[in-house]
């Protein structure tokens, strides 16, 4: 538990959240303490009434200390509350945010064992534990444990042999709710664990709705969805059970130790050894403690349950991202991307040398094997072979979502490892196979291919790749809303809006996976002539299964099973009689 609350605290520090909100720390940290002082100052207030007695002429002024004591409390207490609670928001947003920045920072490799459900789940339930660890639960506690403090120490002014009996009876019970504290940790981690499971379940099952329909499956995931619910409340229902175990165990104790206390101070009243004032006193001391004790052995859970929720976000904080994010340049040798001048000697686009690569989850695979080529400046090359022969394992590499296991790449002359990766990614536009449309409008999802470009140059976008006939045929044009995933469009619009996309972008390499496989010919042949109007002068690279799509590549490569077995142009390939010939004579017989 302290090691749970230890990474909270180191988190706090580390990026700089208490001293960002020093001001609100000190100030919550201040109400409290006046809020404490306030309470414990009332059994004083009530000793002086008892003691001056009801009929005496200065017990109206006891009653007004008692008001402006009253009054205190409220404003402290309340004071304490709002800034308690604003830093609570405040520290959950600031970790949703250094999540969320370095998950987005993680290569693919990393989400080959982790969920976007799961990364989900801890973004939303898990911080909201820690917001009401931050927000309410260490305040509670906090405040709880300065009355502890606080009343034993007044107790003991009061009566010393009392007090004394009272502290070494409750700290023998202190141990069995302390291993009871234990396992309710345990507990919850486990609980949100099975939580994070179901939203995992749930997302992998939305987003594949209409095969889960189109295999009329929708009672085979309801049944498993119904079965990690229940797997979820049993386990959640497990950390209740303890959790009220622990409460009633310590509110028990704790008023037993008490009660018995109290015995024998009313015994000491009855020989005369204290006044019913310093009882009356010692008695309001013992129901501070006792609430004290209770609110501690409630707030004890939460911090329970929270540690293990900030041990979760603390995994995803600390991921550390492959090499992918570790740039060798510094940040002076960062030289952006200048466009070569006609006179300056040509160096080629990308150089692929000796290169050799296997996945992380499948290390004794070879998914490149020895590969060489250069790719000309200003050029159109086209990559073609069966599937698995690595093809799209190629764009990953030059997009650093891998790192080759053996050899060098090059771009524009210079290792990819010494390019700082935006600005790698800066000169690359890609038109993936599966096209991504966000849940935004036919504008927006253009204008992600350039943040800051106006209207006038998405239509343009649009129109280059012949999207601005089916976008201003909806319903509100380019403001159109697309839906999930762009489900208001067919397979055809999806990638359409893609290649307008990277044509926005405008970048000086293209690579285009499979771009106009789910076309129909017509808008096929449409996005060809867009594409032949802009590839002119721009370095493209093309993976293609239909091989009517690069007929005009100044050089095809084929690649089988990893590695380089014929280039050429479309002629030469054909007469060489190889693998691309088999190829093509299937496809144009």
Not at 351 to 357: A, E, K, N, Q
Request: hydrophobic share 50%; net charge neutral.
């Amino acid at each position: 538990m302290v090691n749970k609350l230890n990474s909270l605290t180191r988190w706090l520090r580390d990026y700089h959240v208490l001293a960002r909100y020093r001001t609100q720390w000190i100030l919550a940290g201040l109400f409290l303490l006046l809020a404490a002082a306030a309470t414990l100052a009332v059994p004083l207030a009530f000793r002086g009434v008892v003691d001056t007695g009801l009929t005496s002429n200065a017990i109206d002024l006891q009653f007004i200390y008692l008001l402006l004591l009253a009054a205190v409390l409220a404003v402290m207490t309340a004071s304490r509350f709002y800034m308690m609670s604003w830093l609570g928001e405040r520290v959950v947003a600031d970790i949703r945010q250094r999540v969320f920045e370095n998950v987005l920072r993680q290569s693919p490799r990393y989400f080959e064992t982790l969920q976007t459900g799961e990364v989900l789940s801890r973004l939303t339930s898990d911080t909201t534990l820690v917001q009401t660890l931050v927000g309410s639960s260490i305040s509670i506690a906090l405040r709880s444990l300065v009355m502890l403090i606080g009343g034993m120490t007044m107790m003991l002014v009061t009566s010393a042999w009392l007090a004394g009996i009272m502290i070494i009876l409750l700290a023998v019970i202190v141990l069995p709710l302390w291993a009871l504290g234990r396992r309710v940790r345990k507990m919850s981690r486990t609980s949100q664990d099975k939580v994070a499971d179901t939203s995992a379940m749930a997302g992998e099952v939305l987003n594949a709705i209409t095969t889960v329909q189109a295999f009329t499956r929708e009672p085979h995931e309801q049944q498993r969805f119904n079965a990690a619910v229940e797997a979820a409340f049993l386990e959640a229902k497990k950390r209740i059970t303890m959790r009220s175990l622990l409460t009633a165990m310590a509110i028990v104790m704790s008023f037993g130790v008490i009660v018995f206390v109290l015995w024998i101070g009313a015994q000491q009243v009855t020989a005369g050894v204290m006044t019913l004032g310093e009882l009356t006193q010692f008695v309001l001391y013992a129901v501070l403690i006792a609430g004290s004790i209770g609110a501690l052995s409630e707030t004890w859970g939460d911090l329970q349950r929270a540690a293990g929720a900030m041990e979760r976000l603390v995994e995803l904080m600390q991921a550390t991202p492959d090499l992918v994010y570790h740039d060798a340049t510094t940040s002076q040798e960062r030289i952006p991307f200048q466009p070569p001048s006609p006179s300056a000697p040509q160096v080629d686009a990308m150089v692929f040398s000796s290169v050799s690569f296997a996945y992380p989850s499948r290390p004794d695979f070879m998914a490149i094997k020895g590969l060489s080529f250069a790719v000309r400046q200003g050029a159109r090359y086209a990559l073609v072979g069966p599937s698995g022969a690595g093809k799209s394992t190629l764009f990953a590499m030059l997009l650093r979502f891998y790192a080759p296991t053996i050899g060098q790449i090059a771009v524009f002359g210079r290792d990819i490892t010494q390019w700082p990766v935006s600005e790698l990614r800066n000169l690359i536009g890609i038109v993936p196979q599966e096209p991504i449309i966000f849940a935004s409008s036919a504008m927006e999802n253009i204008r992600y291919g350039k943040l800051d470009a106006s209207d006038e140059e998405v239509i343009a976008a649009a129109k280059t790749a012949h999207a601005d006939g089916f976008i201003s045929a909806l319903p509100e044009g380019y403001s159109s809303f697309l839906g999930e995933r762009g489900v208001r469009l067919s397979g055809g619009q999806k990638q359409r809006i893609s290649i307008a996309r990277a044509i926005l972008k405008n970048p000086p390499i293209l690579l285009l996976d499979e771009a106009t496989s789910a076309l129909d010919a017509e808008s096929e042949r449409e996005v060809q002539l867009a594409l032949d109007s802009v590839l002119p002068g721009r370095t493209s690279l093309t993976i293609a299964h239909r091989l009517a799509t690069v007929l005009r590549a100044d050089c095809i490569l084929v690649l089988e099973e990893g590695q380089l077995v014929e280039q050429g142009s479309h002629a030469d390939l054909i007469k060489q009689g190889g693998l691309y010939a088999r190829l093509a004579d299937l496809q144009f017989a």
